[in-house]
Antibody, heavy 114, light 109 residues
């Protein structure tokens, strides 16, 4: 059974940083692209970033380019999202997803507020 | 960035059939956009129903099907059940960018 468990969310001040993690199990992690998707309160889903199986390609939505870095550790079956220079409009539930959103984690909440 | 459009809301009667569509500001949606469809209920993680236009996930009920219809991606629900009431999102690939539609709130009434 595919399991994706996000962690690392919380309350952070504007301009601060946060690192989200996603622990994957139940599938061959190193064989899949992985994605981050977010949902702001009362809003729809927004694709944030994805990363190729070996980490050699990374793509980001324009809204986070230059502030966010997606990475992975295939030895640890883990996906990461380093978020810097956080803004109020980054407030959202962040989901980790297998591939281009074949399977989803339960999400972790990030709140950016002073 | 492309804009992906969905009907904001639709209503279907129990046992009825409804088609949700997913359009692209760049032109016709094709299999090259690898359309995905997701069901999202409040307080839960989204669930993938359809990927790559028409492929079903292991848990996708048989009453859901995906296709291309009139230049759009389509999700058809045949024989709606009360538990199908939810928000439905489509997702399209634009090479290195992926864009979600704004979602369709489906009411079963």
């Amino acid at each position: 059974e595919v399991q994706l468990v996000e962690s690392g969310g919380g309350l952070v001040q504007p301009g601060g940083s946060l690192r989200l993690s996603c622990a994957a199990s139940g599938f061959s992690f190193s064989s899949y692209w992985m994605s981050w998707v977010r949902q702001a309160p009362g809003k729809g889903l927004e694709w944030v970033a994805n990363i190729k199986e070996d980490g050699s390609k990374k793509y980001y939505v324009d809204a986070v380019k230059g502030r966010v870095i997606i990475s992975r550790d295939n030895a640890k079956n883990s996906l990461y999202l380093q978020m810097n220079s956080l803004r109020a409009d980054d407030t959202a539930v962040y989901y980790c997803a297998r591939g281009f959103c074949l399977d989803w984690g339960q999400g972790t909440m990030v709140t950016v507020s002073s | 960035q492309a804009v992906v459009t969905q009907e904001p809301s639709l209503t279907v009667s129990p046992g009825g059939t409804v088609t949700l569509t997913c359009g692209s500001s760049t032109g016709a949606v094709t299999s090259g956009h690898y359309p995905y469809w997701f069901q999202h209920k409040p307080g839960q993680a989204p669930r993938t129903l359809i990927y790559d236009t028409s492929n079903k996930h292991s848990w996708t009920p048989a009453r859901f099907s995906g296709s291309l219809l009139g230049g759009k991606a389509a999700l058809t629900l045949s024989g709606a059940q009360p538990e199908d009431e939810a928000e439905y999102y489509c997702l399209l690939s634009y090479s290195s960018d992926w864009v979600f539609g704004g979602g369709t709130k489906l009411t079963v009434l």
